[in-house]
C-alpha cells in the first residue's frame, strides 16, 4: 500500500521530511514534486532501488537517470571535475531547473550513467526536493514520475493514476505548474553542449557561458 503524505510545498516540516527519508533509507522508490514535475526519487548508491526504478517507469535501461545534489560540496564527491565552465553556470542558475551533465565519478552505479561515463546533475530550488537531498545525506534520483513515453505527473492524483500501489510513498505537494522541464547542458568535455533547452534558455546558457 502507498503512503501519501501531504507536505506543505512551501515551507515543508522536518518530521514530515523525516517520514518521507525514512523511505529513502529503507531502499525504497518515492514520488515527489520539484520545480518543473514530480520525479522519482532513490539513493543513488543503492543499485536495488535503482534498477526499480527502470521497473516501474519501464525504462530503457540504456537510458541514464538525472540526480539531486544538495551543495556543492556533495556535488564533488560524486563528479570526476567540476570546470570553470559549470561553476559560472552553478552561480548563476544554481538551485534551479538546470541539470548539468559531468564526468562520473567512480563511485556512480554503471546503471545511473550506462555508457556514457556522464552524469546529469542539479539542485533542486523546489523547498521538498531540497529538504529531502539534504536531510537524506546524500544524493537521490531525478527522474520523471511517469510510464516511459508518457506526459509528466504535475499532481499526486497522476503519479497513483500511472503506478497505483506500486509505490511506497508519495509526497503530495501540491500541483507542479507546467513546465518545459530542465535545461540540460553537457559540461562534461572542453566544449559545451546544449542537450535539451528548457525553463532556461538556450540564449541565457551562451550569454552565462561567454561571460565566464
Known amino acids: 500500500m502507498t503512503t501519501i503524505l501531504h507536505i506543505d510545498p512551501k515551507h515543508p516540516a522536518d518530521g514530515d521530511i523525516d517520514q518521507a527519508v525514512a523511505f529513502l533509507k529503507a531502499g525504497q522508490v518515492l514520488a515527489y514534486p520539484t520545480e518543473t514535475i514530480y520525479g522519482l526519487g532513490a539513493d543513488v548508491l543503492n543499485r536495488k532501488a535503482v534498477k526499480r526504478i527502470y521497473e516501474l517507469k519501464a525504462r530503457d535501461v540504456g537510458l541514464p537517470i538525472s540526480i539531486l545534489v544538495a551543495d556543492l560540496a556533495m556535488l564533488r564527491e560524486f563528479v570526476a571535475e567540476v570546470s570553470d565552465a559549470a561553476l559560472s553556470l552553478i552561480r548563476r542558475f544554481w538551485p534551479g531547473p538546470l541539470t548539468i551533465l559531468f564526468p562520473a565519478a567512480p563511485k556512480i552505479p554503471k546503471e545511473l550513467i550506462t555508457n ?70 553537457d559540461l562534461s568535455e572542453e566544449s559545451m553542449r546544449i542537450v535539451r533547452e528548457g525553463e532556461i534558455s538556450a540564449d541565457e546558457i551562451i550569454k552565462c557561458f561567454q561571460e565566464k
Open 116 to 185: 556514457t561515463s556522464k552524469i546529469g546533475i542539479r539542485i533542486s530550488s523546489h523547498p521538498i526536493a531540497a529538504a529531502l537531498v539534504s536531510r537524506f545525506g546524500g544524493p537521490i534520483t531525478t527522474t520523471s514520475a511517469n510510464l516511459s513515453g508518457y506526459p509528466p505527473s504535475l499532481t499526486a492524483k497522476h503519479i497513483t493514476k500511472y503506478f497505483g500501489e506500486k509505490l511506497s510513498c508519495i509526497i503530495d505537494g501540491g500541483v507542479c505548474e507546467p513546465s518545459k522541464g530542465s535545461t540540460v547542458v
